[in-house]
């Protein structure tokens, strides 16, 4: 049996995991748009305590991949860990629409909110934990160990999920960021309708087209559970559903003392990283070149911490600055921008230059010039960094009340070309260097990298200063948004610089011609 492919060579398979994949990101990604303003708007959190809550909140969806794809390469398969999780994410936001539909009313019992919002959000991580790390994974495991079209997959993948990402906040805040916060319970049923989209789309086409290249089927549940009794054998049993559902409650007790500052969730990272480290390479089986391309995944997934915290200020500190110090109007029109819709413009422009940086790779690669994996995401840092220069820029001049549109959306193009080169890049890299044993396990590293990252954001968000007062971080003194914005530059350059220095190093490790 021949795998199905299109025209251009890619398996239908990929195109699956395409509309699965940006449904879901439709639903993430219109939630997170406004979830900074509903906790400000309507439940009237102040700033830090939001951009902390933010912070911790996107750290753990990036924490629980850990167990998803531990649980999926051992007992369940990525197709339906895949399945139960997006159910999951889809009852998180029908459970925060109800919860929004009621808000005014649960003032009186601010406990009881605060409970019910951390509940949503707990079951939303939870379930984020079982759908991401596999998904990505499915995505390599189409494609034979050489082949080098993987890159340009995750590439065209990588558009799937800025599809989802454009059309979300761009949906989420028509019908809920309206300035009447009792609208952002439209947002979270949007939300919830297209995350059931996502689960659909994969249910009905997952047999037909999710083969390898050799046509057997990818993701299934693994030979060595047939026959086998374990309580996490089934997906769908009363035993499954109830572990989940104790994640998602650890999920919002770790809300609880990271939003009190009573535990920062930092401490669970550096205890997850041990433990992995310790499972992998305890493995006698480990070769000595698997062992450096390991090396190398936990290197570079070390450098996109500064990259991801940087980015990740598009939720927070960057949806403050949209709101607040950004020109909105649109005279001719009569129509004042929604600020939630400045997060579509990061997909969009994905959507838009992802294809030019594929066929750029291509290329480059059939003239045996293209630069290796670590030096493009070198390359992606300092175009983060030049981003946040121009943002700077924008605002240095200390009378101006509001800045123009353009100087936003020109940081945002210029993010997202960092973006390209370093995100996709970065999933295909783990992908192509793990061994097979581990492969969904270190993609939840990948995404564990991406946990500190939005942990991290939410603190570097708590030190937007506020007008006419000055916030701190490791002695350097932010009193005005163009401080604030340069930390951002010189973190992210300095980043840049090591990496590259790095990159030959790294190379070699990865013995990508053996």
Known sequence: ?????????HPKGLYVLFATEMWERFNYYGMRAILIYFMTDALLYSKPFASNLYGGYTGLVYLTPLIGGYVADRYWGNRQSIIIGGLFMALAEFFLFGFASYYTELQASPEL????FYTGLGLMIAGNGFFKPNISSLVGQLYAKTDTRKDAAYTIFYMGINVGGMLGPFICGLVGNTGNPADFKWAFLAAGIG???SVITMKLLQEKHLVSHDGKPVGVIPER????SHFLKKTFSLKSVIFILAIAAAAIGLLYLHADQIVDITVLLIVGLAVILFVIFSDKELSTVERQQVGVILIVSFFVIFFWSAFEQAGASLSFFANEQTDRDIPFLNFTVPPSWFQSLNSAFVVIFAPLFAAIWLFLGKR????????????????LAVGFLVIAMGVKNPTQQKVNMMWLTSMYALHTWGELCLSPIGLSLVNKLAPVRFASLLMGVWFMANAAANVLAGKLSALYPPPGETTHFLGYSISSLYDFFMLFVVMAGVASLILFFLTRFL????HESK
């Open 1 to 9: 049996m021949n795998q199905t492919a299109t025209p251009k060579g």
């Open 113 to 116: 909110s605060r409970l019910l």
């Open 195 to 197: 995350m059931l989209l």
């Open 225 to 228: 559970m047939e026959g086998k």
């Open 368 to 383: 045996k010039i293209e630069p290796n994996s670590p030096t493009k995401m070198a390359i992606g840092l300092l175009l």
């Open 507 to 510: 190379g070699r490790w990865m």
